[in-house]
Antibody
Framework: EVQLVQSGAEVKKPGESLKISCKGSGYSFTSYWIGWVRQMPGKGLEWMGI????????RYSPSFQGQVTISADKSISTAYLQWSSLKASDTAMYYCVNTKTTVTPFDYWGQGTLVTVSS | SYVLTQPPSVSVAPGQTARITCGGNNIGSKSVHWYQQKPGQAPVLVVY???DRPSGIPERFSGSNSGNTATLTISRVEAGDEADYYC???????????FGGGTKLTVL
């Protein structure tokens, strides 16, 4: 059974750093892309970026380029989304997703990680 | 960057047909995927590649795509279909993914 299990909810202060994770199982981790999707409170889904763990090929939406870093450790089948300096506007639910190619759909979604940034 | 436009809301009575549109420049040349999201839950894929259904999704859910508009059609709408629906494509010209703004389906 394919599963994407994300790390737990986080409460951080502005300016702090954060790295959240997404562990894949039940499929060949290095043969599928892993993407990240943001959903701000009461808002829609936003495509942030995507990584191919097999060769670390990474693409970012212009809205998120330079604001976050997407990475993956194929030795432990885990993808990451990290911030070096959080802002209050980063408060959102973050989902990881997987897909066979960039044009195929997001078949599987993680349960989501709620990030709250507040002073 | 590529933009997908959805109506913010659609309302329909139980048993009727709901149609949710997703507009984009020459979207007919792209593969469109649709996701359903109920409150407090992660989204679920309901239609992929314009008109295919994943296993477990009722036949009441169907899709079409032509020209500048893709459409998700839900026949014989039930109260349990009330949710937010999002279209999504991969824009090959920018090599990036895109979601529509989402449509809230209300079952009257």
């Amino acid at each position: 059974e394919v599963q994407l299990v994300q790390s737990g909810a986080e409460v951080k202060k502005p300016g702090e750093s954060l790295k959240i994770s997404c562990k894949g199982s039940g499929y060949s981790f290095t043969s599928y892309w892993i993407g990240w999707v943001r959903q701000m409170p009461g808002k829609g889904l936003e495509w942030m970026g995507i990584i191919y763990p097999g060769d670390s090929d990474t693409r970012y939406s212009p809205s998120f380029q330079g604001q976050v870093t997407i990475s993956a450790d194929k030795s432990i089948s885990t993808a990451y989304l990290q911030w070096s300096s959080l802002k209050a506007s980063d408060t959102a639910m973050y989902y990881c997703v997987n897909t066979k190619t960039t044009v195929t759909p997001f078949d599987y979604w993680g349960q989501g990680t709620l990030v709250t940034v507040s002073s | 960057s590529y933009v997908l436009t959805q109506p913010p809301s659609v309302s329909v009575a139980p048993g009727q047909t709901a149609r949710i549109t997703c507009g984009g420049n020459n979207i007919g040349s792209k593969s469109v995927h649709w996701y359903q999201q109920k409150p407090g839950q992660a989204p679920v894929l309901v239609v992929y590649d314009d008109s295919d259904r994943p296993s477990g999704i009722p036949e009441r859910f169907s899709g079409s795509n032509s020209g500048n508009t893709a459409t998700l059609t839900i026949s014989r709408v039930e109260a349990g279909d009330e949710a937010d629906y999002y279209c999504q494509v991969w824009d090959s010209s920018s090599d990036l993914g895109v979601f529509g703004g989402g449509t809230k389906l209300t079952v009257l």
